[in-house]
T-cell receptor, first 116, second 118 residues
Framework: GENVEQHPSTLSVQEGDSAVIKCTYS??????FPWYKQELGKRPQLIID?????GEKKDQRIAVTLNKTAKHFSLHITETQPEDSAVYFC???????????????FGTGTRLTIIP | GAVVSQHPSWVICKSGTSVKIECRSL??????MFWYRQFPKQSLMLMAT?????????EQGVEKDKFLINHASLTLSTLTVTSAHPEDSSFYIC??????????????FGPGTRLTVL
């Protein structure tokens, strides 16, 4: 089955600086890679996702890059703000069919702390 | 759109009792629902995948007789933790996928249920 590794487990960044979180996956058939932000006691929130036919995607201060050959993808947050403090999870999934049962395999999470 | 609710949001029960958690898709039909368990400071671990009207598919190591899943309609799935023990205390989160709303393999997550077994 799929195995997703995530680094670092904790990350502290000065407000205004950039944060980068990296993930690697093992299943070469995976082609959907979402990133989630989870605050304490709350549901995971999808913040950005990327399909394998795209190498990079950006949404305001958040970007994701994907290297399918090396089987790794990264989350980049620029101009960090205190409200970015949370736990971030990467995930990977096969397929692309909206009718499928393809499951998400989550990374181990990164606790991001933005220092004011 | 794509709102998923869970009930209850938290529950405390005595060891040996059973607890039922409901997961509802409020404004869409969920072709597939997923149940996750999350221990403190850990990741989400998939327990099972369920499709409406069929038996759930459990992940390796998850006891299907202990964690009963019923997906009776396209908007409701239930997870029953039978004979709960303190080690079952966890945050249980459901998610749903829609054949219409889900881009790619997007899952819509419920707010979670915090279970504490005394």
């Amino acid at each position: 089955g799929e195995n997703v590794e995530q680094h670092p487990s904790t990350l502290s960044v000065q407000e205004g600086d950039s944060a980068v979180i990296k993930c690697t996956y093992s299943d070469s058939a995976s082609n959907y890679f979402p990133w989630y932000k989870q605050e304490l006691g709350k549901r995971p929130q999808l913040i950005i996702d990327i399909r394998s036919n795209v190498g990079e995607k950006k949404d305001q201060r958040i970007a994701v890059t994907l290297n399918k050959t090396a089987k790794h993808f990264s989350l980049h947050i620029t101009e960090t703000q205190p409200e970015d403090s949370a736990v971030y999870f990467c995930a990977a999934s096969r397929g692309g069919s909206n009718f499928g049962n393809e499951k998400l395999t989550f990374g181990t999470g990164t606790r991001l702390t933005i220092i004011p | 759109g794509a709102v998923v609710s869970q009930h209850p949001s938290w529950v405390i029960c005595k060891s040996g009792t059973s607890v039922k958690i409901e997961c509802r898709s409020l404004d869409f039909q969920a072709t597939t629902m997923f149940w996750y368990r999350q221990f403190p400071k850990q990741s989400l671990m998939l327990m099972a995948t369920s499709n409406e009207g069929s038996k759930a598919t459990y992940e390796q190591g998850v006891e299907k007789d202990k964690f009963l899943i019923n997906h009776a309609s396209l908007t409701l799935s239930t997870l029953t933790v039978t004979s709960a023990h303190p080690e079952d205390s966890s945050f249980y989160i459901c998610s749903a996928r829609s054949s219409v709303l889900s881009r790619n393999n997007e899952q819509f997550f419920g707010p979670g249920t915090r279970l504490t077994v005394l």
